[in-house]
């Protein structure tokens, strides 16, 4: 005889999912006990320390990557930082640059006005300084463009000088620009003296950037190296403005052939002083204006 | 050559003229700016433009330079004329060719002035200085770069050189 239940069997198949249910609970409930138990080492919940322990790699690895995008971050930060730095830098450097060069070009013109200033103490009613912008030298013309003309009180005849000597003397004037012919022109010529012994002469460009000294008689004792002036005998220059140096002496049948280096590096002029014209020139302009011969 | 192109080089010489004639350093290279422009338009074998050419450019040149105006424009006109004669009529060609006849054409330049400053203006007649002969080397020796640079295949080199990139 077999004893059974008839709730067992109608339970039977329901019985497993009890037994679940209650292993289920038991779980979670040691579960719960256990996360609050203290650890062994006393420092925090076992549930914790699981829980901690579970999360470990992950936590390494998010913080790995917080920190790598962080750090990537402020690479890049860094880097647009030191760029737009790089940027500022470079435009400041530009700028000092910049103003270095104003600057040196302005001390550069600063000396060459002081300079020419400096030399205007020497030569007689000065005008005024103006730029050369054009030296041409062909077939025996040598002529310069300068920048001052009648807008600056430049007339035709005016000589021009620099602090070295005498350049030469405007022939055409414009407004603002106008054109001298310098000294070394093969048809210039100018009234000359030779400062160590008083005599006076001619001196003659020779269209190849040298000058003769003419009319000087052969009983004349003038020696290479003497100084060359102007003698204000031609009523063009002035007087006592450098013209050059005395480099050979031979001799002609009545006179001195002299040959002079001229004081002026014509090929180099960058500015030149503009004199008052003298004034024989002046009487002649006002002459022409006033229609009397 | 085109009317556009020659106002263009007339505008660039003037300029180029007064660039180097203007500096310090102007008897370094003194180029013939003028003379160049006339004979690149000369190259092309054009009579007329290349006598008006040098005529203009011989006027500016005298206007800034000179008491007569007409010294530089008719040499450099006859200039025109001979270098567009040169480049048509005779074979040989090249940058020595070209840089040759340049150098030439600004002693001659200078001739011509000399000879009627010398008849108008009783001016002493200076010929082949050291600056005049300097000034055909500078002259010559620019126009034959030029002409080199024009005859260089350009395109061929550009692809060559991108060709060789791309390998």
Same mark, same amino acid.
């Given at each position: 005889m077999r004893l059974t239940n008839p709730r067992a069997e109608v339970l039977g198949p329901r019985r497993h999912r009890g037994e679940l249910v209650l292993a289920s609970v038991l779980g979670f409930c040691i579960l719960i006990l256990s996360a609050q138990a203290p650890a062994r080492?006393?420092?925090?919940?076992?549930?914790?320390?699981?829980?901690?322990?579970?999360a470990a790699p992950l936590a390494s690895a998010v913080s790995a990557l917080s920190r790598t995008v962080s750090s990537g971050a402020e690479s890049l930060q860094s880097l647009w930082q030191a760029q737009s730095e790089n940027e500022r830098l470079k435009r400041e450097l530009?700028?000092? @640059?910049? !103003?270095?060069? %104003?600057?040196?070009?302005?001390?550069?013109?600063?000396? !060459?006005?002081e300079r020419l200033l400096a030399a205007s103490a020497a030569l007689p009613n000065l005008r005024g300084a103006a730029a050369?912008?054009?030296? %041409? @030298?062909?077939?025996?013309?040598?002529?310069?463009?300068?920048?001052?003309?009648?807008?600056?009180?430049?007339?035709?005849?005016?000589?021009?000088?620099?602090?070295?000597?005498?350049?030469?003397?405007?022939?055409?004037?414009?407004?603002?620009?106008?054109?001298?012919?310098?000294?070394?022109?093969?048809?210039?010529?100018?009234?000359?003296?030779?400062?160590?012994?008083? %005599?006076?002469?001619?001196?003659?460009?020779?269209?190849?950037?040298?000058?003769?000294?003419? @009319?000087?008689?052969?009983?004349?004792?003038?020696?290479?190296?003497?100084?060359?002036?102007?003698?204000?005998?031609?009523?063009i220059?002035?007087?006592?403005?450098?013209?050059?140096?005395?480099?050979?002496?031979?001799?002609?049948?009545?006179?001195?052939?002299?040959? &002079?280096?001229?004081? &002026?590096?014509?090929?180099?002029?960058?500015?030149?002083?503009?004199?008052?014209?003298?004034?024989?020139?002046?009487?002649?302009?006002e002459g022409a204006r006033s229609g009397r011969p | 050559m085109k009317l556009g192109r020659i106002a263009l080089l007339l505008a660039a010489a003037t300029a180029l003229q007064f660039f180097v004639g203007g500096s310090p350093h102007r008897a370094v290279w003194p180029v013939d700016f003028f003379l160049l422009a006339t004979g690149m338009v000369a190259r092309g074998?054009?009579?007329?433009?290349a006598v008006l050419v040098g005529g203009v450019v011989g006027i500016v040149e005298d206007a800034l330079n000179h008491d007569l105006i007409g010294m530089n424009a008719f040499a450099k006109a006859a200039l025109g004329y001979g270098l567009a004669f040169l480049s048509i009529r005779v074979m040989f060609g090249g940058p020595w060719a070209v840089g040759g006849a340049l150098a030439a054409a600004s002693l001659v330049n200078d001739l011509i002035v000399a000879v009627l400053g010398s008849l108008l203006l009783q001016a002493p007649i200076v010929l082949f200085s050291r600056e005049a002969l300097w000034r055909a080397v500078a002259t010559g020796a620019s126009g034959g770069v030029l002409e080199a640079a024009r005859l260089f295949p350009w395109r061929e080199w550009w692809e060559r050189r991108r060709l060789r990139r791309l390998r």
């Amino acid at each position: 005889m077999r004893l059974t239940n008839p709730r067992a069997e109608v339970l039977g198949p329901r019985r497993h999912r009890g037994e679940l249910v209650l292993a289920s609970v038991l779980g979670f409930c040691i579960l719960i006990l256990s996360a609050q138990a203290p650890a062994r080492s006393r420092r925090g919940s076992v549930l914790q320390s699981w829980i901690l322990s579970a999360a470990a790699p992950l936590a390494s690895a998010v913080s790995a990557l917080s920190r790598t995008v962080s750090s990537g971050a402020e690479s890049l930060q860094s880097l647009w930082q030191a760029q737009s730095e790089n940027e500022r830098l470079k435009r400041e450097l530009a700028g000092k @640059n910049r !103003e270095l060069f %104003e600057l040196r070009a302005q001390a550069s013109q600063r000396s !060459e006005d002081e300079r020419l200033l400096a030399a205007s103490a020497a030569l007689p009613n000065l005008r005024g300084a103006a730029a050369v912008l054009l030296v %041409e @030298n062909r077939a025996g013309f040598q002529s310069a463009v300068i920048g001052a003309g009648s807008a600056q009180g430049v007339v035709a005849g005016c000589p021009i000088a620099v602090a070295e000597g005498l350049v030469g003397r405007v022939v055409t004037v414009g407004h603002a620009v106008s054109r001298a012919q310098l000294l070394v022109d093969a048809s210039a010529a100018a009234g000359a003296r030779i400062s160590r012994t008083g %005599e006076l002469g001619v001196v003659r460009g020779d269209g190849r950037g040298g000058l003769h000294l003419n @009319n000087i008689p052969t009983t004349s004792t003038v020696a290479a190296g003497d100084l060359i002036e102007s003698a204000g005998i031609d009523g063009i220059y002035p007087r006592g403005v450098p013209i050059g140096r005395v480099t050979s002496v031979g001799r002609g049948s009545l006179f001195l052939e002299i040959r &002079v280096a001229p004081a &002026v590096r014509f090929s180099q002029l960058t500015d030149v002083l503009v004199l008052a014209p003298s004034p024989a020139i002046v009487d002649g302009l006002e002459g022409a204006r006033s229609g009397r011969p | 050559m085109k009317l556009g192109r020659i106002a263009l080089l007339l505008a660039a010489a003037t300029a180029l003229q007064f660039f180097v004639g203007g500096s310090p350093h102007r008897a370094v290279w003194p180029v013939d700016f003028f003379l160049l422009a006339t004979g690149m338009v000369a190259r092309g074998g054009d009579f007329v433009r290349a006598v008006l050419v040098g005529g203009v450019v011989g006027i500016v040149e005298d206007a800034l330079n000179h008491d007569l105006i007409g010294m530089n424009a008719f040499a450099k006109a006859a200039l025109g004329y001979g270098l567009a004669f040169l480049s048509i009529r005779v074979m040989f060609g090249g940058p020595w060719a070209v840089g040759g006849a340049l150098a030439a054409a600004s002693l001659v330049n200078d001739l011509i002035v000399a000879v009627l400053g010398s008849l108008l203006l009783q001016a002493p007649i200076v010929l082949f200085s050291r600056e005049a002969l300097w000034r055909a080397v500078a002259t010559g020796a620019s126009g034959g770069v030029l002409e080199a640079a024009r005859l260089f295949p350009w395109r061929e080199w550009w692809e060559r050189r991108r060709l060789r990139r791309l390998r």
